[in-house]
Structure formats: structure tokens, C-alpha cells
């Protein structure tokens, strides 16, 4: 799951791939250095095909550290696979960003 930084945007990534168990342990990593470094962190997730219970967890975890740290996380461009993970987990409304849903959804 490549992490990449957004042209011209400090604190602004955006990540690609999968959002899997499979990639969550060295993307925390990542990303906890880049909120180290950053009293803003903005997270697109557009580009995200996949995403199970660890990469949720990873989103979950990153609101909380920043949180703690008195830093703010933002997470805007909801791919498909991460709305399906929000809606199934009933979690749409947990990371506290508008999460835009499609006409007919």
C-alpha cells in the first residue's frame, strides 16, 4: 500500500492499493511518522481497492494518536471499498469526516 505525497499540499498524502491486514503493520508506521511531522495530516482515499478490519482499525488509530497529540486527521475521496467497509461496519460517521455517499446508494 504506497503512501504518497500530494504535489504542493504539506501534510497531504494520498494512498493507493490495499488497505489490507496484509499491508497495515508498515503503513501505521508510515503514517505515524508523517503525523509526526505534521500538525495536519489529510488522507485521500479515493484510491483505495481494498480495505478489511485492519485498515480500519489503522484509520481508527491515526484519528485517535492525532487526537491525542492535539493534531488533526482528515480522510476525504472515500473509494467504493472504503464506503462498503464503512457502511458494513456501521461506521460511517466514526472517523468524523463527511463521508459523501453516491446517488442510489
Known amino acids: ?3 504518497t505525497p500530494h504535489e ?9 492499493g490495499e488497505l489490507t491486514v496484509m499491508h497495515a503493520a508498515a503503513l501505521k ?14 488522507l485521500d482515499l479515493g484510491e ?4 478489511d ?4 482499525q489503522l484509520l481508527l488509530l491515526l484519528k485517535r494518536e492525532a487526537a491525542r497529540l492535539g493534531r ?8 467504493g ?5 464503512l457502511e458494513l461496519l456501521d461506521l460511517t460517521g466514526a472517523l468524523g469526516d463527511p463521508v459523501l455517499m ?3 446508494a
Open 81 to 85: 471499498a472504503v464506503l462498503a467497509a
Open 29 to 42: 508506521d508510515e503514517l505515524l511518522a508523517a503525523l509526526a511531522h505534521a500538525d495536519t495530516l489529510a
Open 8 to 16: 504542493n499540499e504539506a501534510g497531504a498524502f494520498r494512498l493507493h
Open 53 to 56: 478490519t485492519a485498515g480500519v
Open 48 to 51: 483505495v481497492e481494498d480495505i
Open 1 to 3: 500500500m504506497p503512501l
Open 72 to 79: 488533526s486527521v482528515s480522510y476525504g475521496g472515500h473509494s
Open 102 to 104: 453516491p446517488k442510489g
